[in-house]
């Protein structure tokens, strides 16, 4: 691996997370890390990566800690992690000089603060900041874990919390939590403000673990971090779907129409920082509205329109099963199976809605048999669970949700707003 990344020109970094467990004062524990990253340098790794994160740091994991650093307390964990760093740093340079090996970005050690999610200036800061050698490269996720948005400013604020430009680790498109539960991420990257070039040691996605379909959002991040001034999030969207597609006009619709109804791009909070499904939900309203305003030409035509859009819905799937070439298709079918599942049926649900409120503006009997036959495919596909372990939470798919699930729900009580038929002659 190491090979072959060297090979392509990719940095490859190994990482180690010993927060749980280690002590700072013992050379024993040093001496471990220092033999893990010589075995690795052996074998031609340059860069390596240790994890403070999600750790207990105001409290030891050994009596010798205190004697050396101080009490128990933020500032004392910033201080010991910066001992323990510039241990590492020491050889990492070390062994660049042996061995000749270019520095920077290839010879680099990357740290992740245990205060990762935000940009306020503390006390752990601070300590780690001005203890830490300035050769090491400070990981941060933003002004949260998952940021709805991150900003100039907000790049500048964590340079002077940590004494240094960070490195930015993005929290997208991983699915790895609560909120993100049923969902693949596949939005554009977007809402990073053109700028944080200049504010930024650099920039990597945290992925999900259904590789390919990270994709999307991580081409997006590329072409943010190439050039950031310059960054379309639709037109780099709509380019890493044709680049899945084998450059396929058809495949790479459909493969925009499912990404739609994975839009949705949660937080930790109750508020998603990019909408569901916004192509289809355009489709929605305009019928919700066309039927509050008994307008029956307009109810007529958004119908037709959001038809097509079921129609194109149902047969997405199989077109992406056809038409996604080689390994990339292999993938993104294995990891996607069960949306891909679920969002045939919710087409199929959707038409029949469609085919429902048609019915009744016809004042036909078949609108209660369609609502009906629409909700048994919406409970069959609701029913769908995600592939047992492929995430960290799984659960039932979720597709379009807050948009199909709400409007297949809803139309039966819609139509008594639609006007009755004209009496025929």
Same mark, same amino acid.
């Given at each position: ?17 010993? #927060? ?8 024993? @524990?040093?001496?471990? %890390?220092?033999?893990?990253? &010589?075995?690795?340098?052996?074998? #031609? ?7 403070? !994160?999600? %750790? ?7 009596? @010798? ?24 740093? =020491? !050889? %990492? ?7 000749? +090996? ?21 006390? *752990?800061?601070?300590? /780690?900041?001005?203890?830490? !050698? ?24 964590? $340079? ?6 960070? /490195? ?12 993100? =539960? ?6 554009? *990257? !977007? ?28 081409? #997006? ?32 619709? +459909?493969?925009? $129409? ?23 939900? =355009? ?11 008994? @307008?029956?030409?307009? /109810? ?5 329109? /959001? &038809? ?70 919406? @409970?069959?596909? $609701? ?6 372990? +492929? $995430?960290?939470? #799984?659960?039932?798919?979720?597709? =379009? ?7 297949? +729900? ?16």
């Amino acid at each position: 691996m190491v090979d072959v990344a060297n090979r392509e020109h990719v940095n490859f970094v190994y990482a180690i997370s010993p #927060g749980p467990s280690v002590c700072y004062s013992d050379p024993a @524990d040093l001496a471990a %890390i220092r033999a893990k990253f &010589g075995a690795l340098r052996a074998r #031609g790794v340059r860069s390596f990566y240790v994890a403070f !994160d999600d %750790i207990e740091y105001t409290k030891w994991n050994c009596k @010798d800690d205190e004697a050396k650093f101080g009490a128990p307390g933020e500032a004392a964990a910033g201080k010991a992690q910066a001992s323990l760093l510039n241990a590492v740093q =020491a !050889d %990492i340079t070390a062994d660049n000089v042996s061995s000749g +090996a270019h520095t920077g970005r290839h010879g680099a050690l990357i740290m992740v603060p245990t205060e990762y999610y935000n940009a306020t200036v503390s006390p *752990y800061k601070t300590a /780690l900041g001005e203890a830490l !050698d300035p050769r090491v490269v400070v990981q941060w996720t933003g002004t949260d874990v998952v940021p709805s948005s991150i900003s100039v400013s907000d790049a500048k604020a964590a $340079t002077k919390a940590f004494g240094r430009k960070t /490195l930015l680790w993005d929290n997208y498109p991983v699915n790895d939590y609560g909120e993100s =539960a049923g969902r693949l991420l596949m939005a554009p *990257y !977007d809402r990073r403000q053109a700028g944080l070039s200049s504010e930024l040691e650099g920039v990597v996605a945290n992925p999900m673990n259904q590789e390919v379909a990270s994709r999307p959002a991580v081409a #997006g991040l590329l072409a943010f971090a190439w050039n950031d001034s310059a960054y379309d999030a639709q037109r780099t969207w709509r380019a890493a779907a044709r680049d899945m597609a084998g450059g396929d006009a058809e495949t790479t619709q +459909a493969l925009l $129409t499912f990404f739609d109804t994975q839009h949705l791009a949660p937080t930790f909070g109750h508020q998603p920082w990019q909408p569901q499904a916004p192509v289809l939900a =355009a489709k929605v309203d305009a019928v919700r509205d066309a039927l509050a305003s008994g @307008d029956v030409a307009a /109810l007529r035509a958004a119908l037709a329109r /959001l &038809g097509k859009a079921a129609d194109a819905l149902a047969a997405a799937p199989d077109r992406i099963r056809a038409g996604v070439p080689g390994e990339t298709g292999r993938g993104f079918v294995a990891e996607a199976a069960p949306w891909l599942d679920a969002t045939a049926l919710w087409g199929r649900s959707l038409r029949l809605t469609v085919d429902g409120l048609n019915a009744a503006l016809e004042g036909s009997e078949a609108a209660p048999r369609d609502f009906a036959e629409a909700k048994a495919l919406a @409970d069959k596909a $609701t029913a769908i669970q995600s592939i047992p372990g +492929a $995430t960290r939470i #799984g659960g039932p798919i979720k597709v =379009a949700d807050g948009v199909l699930d709400t409007f297949v +729900a809803d139309a039966p009580g819609l139509v008594w707003q639609a006007p009755a038929p004209a009496p025929k002659p």
